[in-house]
Nanobody, 124 residues
Framework: QVQLVESGGGLVQAGGSLRLSCAAS????????MAWFRQAAEKEREFVAA????????SYADSVKGRFTISRDNAKNTVYLQMNSLKPEDTAVYYC?????????????????WGQGTQVTVSS
């Protein structure tokens, strides 16, 4: 059974940084894609970034390009989201998700496995 556990959220001032972690367990993730989504209050869940466990170029939403970096540690089965130059509009619950396909997908419905989410709040 696939389990995803996020950590690292919190309260930070605008311009600050946070690093989120997503620990994955339950199977081997070769051939899977790991992604981060976020959902702000009263808004739909949106794609943030994704990476393949097997390597290759990651994918980012335009709103976070140049500020966020997704990475993975295969030995630890952990994916990270380094968030720099944070803005108040980055405030949301951030979710880790995974899908058993090699291609990166931007829609939440394309990911069958999700973590519980971690709150990120950026104050102005």
């Amino acid at each position: 059974q696939v389990q995803l556990v996020e950590s690292g959220g919190g309260l930070v001032q605008a311009g600050g940084s946070l690093r989120l972690s997503c620990a994955a367990s339950g199977r081997a993730f070769v051939g899977y894609v790991m992604a981060w989504f976020r959902q702000a209050a009263e808004k739909e869940r949106e794609f943030v970034a994704a990476i393949r466990w097997s390597g290759g170029s990651p994918s980012y939403a335009d709103s976070v390009k140049g500020r966020f970096t997704i990475s993975r540690d295969n030995a630890k089965n952990t994916v990270y989201l380094q968030m720099n130059s944070l803005k108040p509009e980055d405030t949301a619950v951030y979710y880790c998700a995974t899908r058993p396909f090699i291609n990166i997908a931007p829609m939440p419905g394309q990911y069958p496995y999700w973590g519980q989410g971690t709150q990120v709040t950026v104050s102005s």
